[in-house]
Each structure stands twice: as structure tokens, then as C-alpha cells.
């Protein structure tokens, strides 16, 4: 029997995500939306406080600690059975907010950004989201490969073996293919339709489906205030076959939809 999938609630304490940016720099606001994510039934807090859109630029390390460490501190302050995840590519960021209480680092680099991220993740035994970056995402473009899943699976094994060797335990890793992120929309589809074989060879996986259209083909009629739709149909989807981690914005919607995916498997 497989663990039943978690949802990572997203706490973006920037002024320039594609989502909600600037909404949550202000920290009686950042404190509301947390609150609000835990009484829906959210798992784990996602926070981050650099972008990663297409034409992001990187935030300091100072400015991430400054940000995000009073947030961890308000979260472990509340009686509530909530786990922290830290989405940054800065080892130095990793390590403040591992020694003030996250559990697990959100790297959309894999690691890749800051070489000694690893060693960290090592250091204070983490675990790890490693995802799929690539350098085409910040020019708001899309790798060219004849097959994504092939791409990916080399991708994701050599990183495994590298973290593997950097002394991390094969458990404490868990893989997101980052839909959306510098990849064409027919790649983006081949992979939702393929996320099962991600599970069955890497067992932990991530995805992140909040406001995605994923292709333009695939949604083409849905508008912006109805993407929600599409993020509960594969929510729901995800939750079936497996996918540990899922992470959303709107939580109650999605908690409700991976509770009847799970009833529904487990039945």
C-alpha cells in the first residue's frame, strides 16, 4: 500500500512570481495565508522567496534568510502538525532554514545552481525535491529534444548517482520533471501522461500544477479564472497513481480532490 499523496502549500514571499506576486512579502499577510493553508488541510508549507518565472533574476541570500526565517519561526510557533519546505537554490539559504526547522529543501535546480547544496542536504541529513531547470526556462524558451522522457530519466539518474555520492540516502530523494518549466507544451503533455513511469522508477515524485495550462492545445478554451479546474482534475490524477507530493496554491479545493482520488483507490 503506498502513502497517500501530500500537498505542499505555496507561500511565495515575492514581488514577482507569475501567480501571486508581491501578495505575501508583507508578514501579517505571508501569517494569514499560512494559517488559512493549514486549516485547508495542506501537508507540508512551501516557502520561497525567489522567483523562478521566465526572466527571473536572482534574490540575494540575505534578502531569502530575511524573509523567510521569521515565517518558519511563526509556523513552528503554532500547535499544529505542519512540516516545512524551503523552495531556494542557495545552499547558504538551505542551511539557515534547516537549523531553524524546514524538512525538506525545494531546489528547482537539482542542485545544480550551487554546488554545494548537496553537501548541505548531507549535513543535516534532509531530503531534497530535486527538479528539472533548464537554462532555456529564463529566456522563456523550450529545450528541443525528440523525447522528454528520455531527457528527463538521464537527467534525473545521473543526479541521483551524484547525490548518492555526495552521501545522501537514496529516501531522502524525491524528483519533480517541472512541467512547464523550459519545456514545449506536446513535452509537457508527454509527460502528465507518463508521470506513472516517473513513479514506478524514481518512487518519489513532486509535481507542481497550480494555474497551468500545461499546453496550449490541451485547455485552449479554459480561461484564467477557470484554470483552477484544470489543477483538480490532475490533482486528482496524481493522487491515483501515486505522485507523493503535489504542489498548489488553492488548497481546500485540491485536498478535496486528493481525499476522493484516495477513497476511491483505496476502496
Known sequence: MRNKTKLLGILNLTSDSFSDGGKFINFDNAKARVDRMIDDGCNYIDIGAESTKPGYSDV??????????????YIQSLDKKIDISIDTRSSIVAEKCLISGARIINDVSGAMHDLKMLKIINKYDSEIILGHLPEEHKNNASIQTSDILSTLTNYFDALIL?????????????????ICFGKTGN???KILKNLDYFVDRYDRVC?????KRFSSELFKNIHDNELNIISLAISSYLSYIGVEFIRVHDIEPNHDAVEVSWKTYTS
Open 60 to 73: 540575494s541570500d540575505e534578502i531569502q534568510i530575511n524573509r523567510i526565517l521569521p515565517i518558519i519561526d
Open 207 to 211: 509535481i507542481g500544477i497550480s494555474n
Open 187 to 189: 513535452d509537457n503533455v
Open 162 to 178: 551524484k547525490a548518492e555520492s555526495s552521501g545522501i540516502e537514496r529516501k531522502k530523494l524525491i524528483i519533480d520533471p517541472c
